[in-house]
């Protein structure tokens, strides 16, 4: 596991009952959860999550997800972002004819 240093924060009530935001630094603190999302799963990751699995503590999350889309849905996809951007696009200039649009 990579060595890395985190800012991690939390909620805590001071003698008021106020409740104070804290900050504190982590040295190389163990990572607690990985989340892993791939657009194609397939047997050839697995020898590497099981290298990953087999180095973590028993209290570790992990979360594997996969999304497989084909070419044509990525395409459609891409073309209903297009289409809404330019609607948008078209809403703020009918909104304000002088505004400056960047498609």
Known sequence: MPI???????????????????????????????????????????????DVLSRTTEDFGFTLTGNPLTAEDVARVQQNVHEAHKKSVQIMRNADPNSTVIE
Not at 29 to 47: A, G, R, T, V, Y
């Open 4 to 50: 890395v240093d985190n800012i991690e924060q939390t909620m805590t009530r001071d003698e008021e009952g106020n409740e104070v935001q804290q900050w504190f630094l982590l040295r190389a603190p163990q990572f607690k959860h990985l989340n892993l999302c791939m657009n194609k799963l397939d047997d050839d990751i697995l020898s590497g999550i099981k």
